[in-house]
């Protein structure tokens, strides 16, 4: 946030001087006074709290199970204030796998029996609400160590 705020202060600064010549003229103490007032505020208000909310509504609109509530352990929502989802279920979680591409489907519902097992075995829970996505990914569009896993494939082995 206060990358976003530094960098719409120095477009404004660069808006003010192409409109006045390239030079800004001196404001005076009276105004920067009240311009850092303004900007650290009277402490009445932490910092990001009038951006918290608005994020946390991006967030439900984005993803709406972010907001991981277990309304059996009868603590309090996250964030506070947040009765709304006070009703929900938890989330199992949802694993994701990145993987070369060309493994079988077989390999794939292998592993994924596998990942949801072990979920259920450490988390509880039930299968129903494990989810495994599978990325697969060419060797073209992977590297390790600034190579491409296709140039590493394509290398030849020492003898």
């Known amino acids: 946030m206060l990358m976003h705020l530094l960098e719409r202060a120095a477009q404004a600064q660069l808006r003010a001087m192409a409109a006045l010549g390239g030079a800004l003229p001196d404001v005076g103490p009276a105004l920067a006074s009240l311009t850092q007032r303004q900007w650290l505020g009277d402490g009445s208000v932490w910092d990001g709290d009038v951006e918290w909310p608005a994020w946390l509504r991006r967030l439900d609109c984005l993803s709406p199970g972010f907001r991981q509530v277990f309304a059996d352990d009868g603590g309090p929502p996250w964030p506070p204030g947040a009765a709304a989802?006070?009703?929900?279920?938890?989330?199992?979680?949802?694993?994701?796998?990145?993987?070369?591409?060309?493994?079988?489907?077989e390999q794939k519902?292998?592993?994924?029996?596998?990942?949801?097992?072990?979920?259920?075995?450490?988390?509880?829970?039930?299968?129903?609400?494990?989810?495994?996505?599978?990325?697969d990914i060419e060797r073209h569009d992977w590297a390790t160590g600034g190579a491409l896993w296709s140039d590493k494939a394509a290398a030849p082995k020492p003898v």
């Open 109 to 135: 519902r292998a592993l994924a029996q596998a990942l949801t097992e072990a979920a259920v075995r450490t988390l509880g829970g039930s299968a129903d609400a494990v989810d495994v996505l599978f990325h």
């Open 85 to 105: 989802h006070r009703n929900r279920r938890p989330r199992m979680p949802t694993i994701r796998v990145e993987l070369f591409a060309g493994r079988t489907v």
